[in-house]
Nanobody, 120 residues
Framework: VQLQASGGGLVQAGDSLRLSCVAP????????VAWFRQAPVKEREFVAA????????VYADSVTGRFFISKDNAKNTVYLQMNSLKPEDTAVYYC??????????????WGRGTQVTVSS
């Protein structure tokens, strides 16, 4: 499964961005999808995940109430709406997919990341 993440960019603190993750030719309904991020000299960390059907979500404490993950199985796309961005949200964001829903980074399929930079 090839995943393609997009939507990153350079924004100011307090702004919003929406990231997208698509899997061309694949039925996203078969997979749970998660977003992870990795800042310079830091380990990759979990951000948010959504179940195969899209009805269940979980978030890291650091983004709860600001980030929202959603899944459109008809469009084979998962979104990460990021609001009230902070400089500490600066990182490369990755989407990942797996048959199992979890918050750990052992997802089977990974896309290339998209850079999000938040200036103060």
């Amino acid at each position: 499964v090839q995943l393609q993440a997009s939507g990153g960019g350079l924004v100011q603190a307090g702004d919003s961005l929406r990231l997208s993750c698509v899997a061309p030719g694949r039925a996203f309904s078969s997979y749970a999808v998660a977003w992870f991020r990795q800042a310079p000299v830091k380990e990759r960390e979990f951000v948010a995940a959504v179940t195969r059907g899209g009805g269940g979500t979980v978030y890291a404490d650091s983004v709860t109430g600001r980030f929202f993950i959603s899944k459109d199985n008809a469009k084979n796309t998962v979104y990460l709406q990021m609001n009230s961005l902070k400089p500490e949200d600066t990182a490369v964001y990755y989407c990942a997919a797996d048959y199992s829903f979890s918050t750990s980074n052992d997802y089977q399929y990974w896309g290339r990341g998209t850079q999000v930079t938040v200036s103060s």
